[in-house]
């Protein structure tokens, strides 16, 4: 029976061989045992290790837990399997890899670099609906009402400023790939954030109208006109800015309905404040 101080200790770097040794043991005592090694020094936890323990728990395997809780313990471990990181895993006496390689191991779903996705998106529109329906709950007793739509659409303008300007540099530079006022004045890229995210604001509060709608209508139109015109004539696979720089959403349909609902919103709110 394995020590359990050995299974799932500290490691040092003479007690690499012998965990070695025992490795072919365990493995072949249930087939589904997993050997982990992982950084787990006092000051710091390998966070990919942690997910890695835990992936594997979750799978059903019994994990080997050997923490390299040094330097000198973890440099030992990968010149010995010519490996350049940890976590490792090894399954059956085969080297399976890090936290990615286990995931694909096991089956599970990996993401590329250069995978694109709309959870970002989703997520920022569901948390903006719920937001806007417990704003007209407060203020109405009710959430299904032509304000919570308002509301929506001005959370919404906030949370997709707020996304653009926690890196304003990387998002003007993705910005200027299709926006066709930014590509001729490139300040607009710097500009618009803020824009974006002050005209928001204004519609959640339903003050300055003759300020907010005419900021959301001319950001909307000209952001509407370049995502149409780089997407469906231009025909160009590019990411969108939207929710920031270092999105991963391809411009497309959702790009453009976001436009849209920003100019539906000024007209709207300027139909309204006029009339």
Known sequence: MLNTGLAGGAMTSQSIQTQNDTQNNIENSTEKTATLYRMAMPKHQCPHGLKTKDLLQRSGFTVVDNKLTDRESTDTFKAKHGVSSTPQVFIANERIGG???TREHLGLKTKSDNETTYQPVIAIFAVAALIAMA???????????????????????????VQKLQDIERFSTMF??????????????????FAETFAGVLM????????????????????????????????????????GGNSRVPLGFVSLTENI???????????????
């Open 99 to 101: 936290y990615e390689d």
């Open 135 to 161: 704003f007209s709950w407060v203020a109405n007793q009710s959430i299904f009402m032509l304000r919570t739509i308002e509301w929506f659409i001005a959370v919404s303008m906030c949370l997709l400023g």
């Open 176 to 193: 200027l790939n299709y926006d066709l006022l930014a590509a001729r004045f490139v300040r607009y890229g710097y500009i618009y954030p």
């Open 204 to 243: 959640i509060a339903g003050a300055l109208t003759w300020i907010s709608a005419p900021v959301a209508l001319f950001i909307g139109s000209i952001g509407a006109v370049s995502v149409f015109k780089a997407v469906y004539i231009d025909k160009r696979d590019i990411k969108c800015a939207c929710v």
């Open 261 to 275: 609902m920003m100019v539906a919103m000024a007209v709207w709110m300027l139909v309204r404040y006029v009339f």
